[in-house]
């Protein structure tokens, strides 16, 4: 019995992409509009999966916004640039691919709010980007308005195991100490994990991070209801106040549990 390999030279699986050849984004806009007049004190950062923290605060005015655009594969523009496909042989479904991706431009914005009992408590939901180099982008403008505020807590999901809600990550400030630590193997990534980079960096701003157990792929993750509450019995009093963290507790409560039985029952569908 002759046993044959499927090709003669097999590619190897340890082979990495030329760094010339890597494509890298290109960052066509980014900044942060707030007026010189808002003193402010605190910047809170809350992930899109977590938009529901925001939309239940009663009480919060619109004073800028967050834009952002960029073009994921401009490392490629070069290579397959309209004369470059000319030159090759022609393939359909290729220059079709190549046209697509040239066109392909994210852009994203958010509303920046203005909550707290003086309205010096600015609150932005972070749009969900994907490329590492334009998470490190966005996060270095983020961290500019959280230098003008001095303080900056940050909400990031993270699959925490051993049945543990909400977990802080351990910086120093004087933010959250009753909560636990988060833990190895545990670990935040994305936009979060970058922007505690660029503020602890030189001490720019005091920063504090809570991680909520959640589950999924990243930038998709399922935020557990339950850990929403959890979380938000420590970060309240600072978003909306002392007096008003009751009511705002019970109404965030009932857009959560609506929240989860709509996505319970899309599952029988």
């Not at 992409?17 to 707030?34: C, F, G, T, W, Y």
């Not at 923290?53 to 960029?70: A, M, N, Q, R, T």
């Not at 051993?162 to 933010?175: I, Y």
């Not at 850990?227 to 106040?241: D, H, K, P, Q, R």
Request: glycine share 4%.
């Amino acid at each position: 019995m002759l046993i044959k390999q499927w090709s003669e030279a097999q590619f190897p699986r340890h082979a990495l992409a030329d760094e010339e050849n890597a494509s890298q984004p290109k960052i066509l806009r980014h900044d942060i509009s707030v007026p010189e007049t808002v003193s402010a004190n605190l910047l809170i950062v809350v992930p899109q999966q977590l938009s529901v923290v925001v939309d239940s605060v009663e009480e919060k005015d619109p004073i800028g916004s967050l834009h952002f655009e960029y073009r994921p594969n401009a490392g490629d523009e070069a290579s397959e640039s309209p004369a470059s496909l000319n030159e090759a042989e022609y393939d359909e479904d290729e220059q079709l691919y190549a046209a697509m991706k040239q066109e392909q431009t994210k852009r994203v914005q958010s509303t920046v709010y203005a909550c707290g009992p003086e309205k010096s408590v600015l609150v932005v939901v972070a749009p969900h980007v994907e490329d590492v180099l334009a998470q490190k982008s966005l996060a270095d403008t983020l961290g500019q308005l959280a230098q003008k505020c001095g303080r900056c807590i940050v909400l990031a999901p993270c699959s925490l195991g051993w049945g543990q809600l909400v977990c802080r990550l351990d910086l120093p400030g004087d933010f959250f100490t009753t909560v636990d630590p988060i833990r190895p193997p545990h670990y935040v990534s994305g936009l979060a994990a970058a922007l505690v980079s660029e503020l602890t960096q030189n001490s720019k701003a005091d920063i504090a991070l809570l991680a909520l157990n959640a589950e999924g792929h990243v930038g998709y993750e399922k935020v557990d209801a339950d850990s929403i509450m959890a979380a938000a019995e420590n970060f309240a009093s600072y978003l909306v106040g002392k007096s008003s963290k009751a009511s705002y507790i019970e109404r965030l409560s009932r857009n959560v549990r609506r929240i989860a039985s709509s996505v319970t029952s899309g599952m029988y569908l």
